[in-house]
Nanobody
């Protein structure tokens, strides 16, 4: 099995910054795309940012220019640097990884447990 453990959430004032981390462990041959999603109370889970194994990135329009996704393949870890935070960024943030167990196997998706980010004065 594969475990994803997130960290770095918390309470921050508007305009502040936070850095989220998500480390994958377990039976891993390779990790394809790694992503961050978020879910606000009463709303669906939305994609925030994606990074491919080669480093290509995609961002939701709502976070472009403020958030940066990156990864350390040697550590099987993905990061989300969040700056200029707004109250509407308040949500539970989840990481997702597409993991290949062994050579030739199809990738399988795994989720972290989520970390709360609250932006409030």
């Amino acid at each position: 099995q594969v475990q994803l453990v997130e960290s770095g959430g918390g309470l921050v004032q508007p305009g502040g910054s936070l850095r989220l981390s998500c480390a994958a462990s377990g039976r891993i041959f390779a990790i394809n795309a790694m992503s961050w999603y978020r879910q606000a109370p009463g709303k669906q889970r939305d994609l925030v940012a994606v990074i491919s194994s080669g480093g290509s990135t995609y961002y939701a329009d709502s976070v472009k220019g403020r958030f940066t996704i990156s990864r350390d393949n040697a550590k099987n870890t993905v990061y989300l640097q969040m700056s200029s935070l707004k109250p509407e960024d308040t949500a539970i943030y989840y990481c997702n990884a597409r993991v290949v167990y062994e050579l030739g196997a199809p990738p399988a998706g795994f989720w972290g447990q989520g970390t709360q980010v609250t932006v409030s004065s």
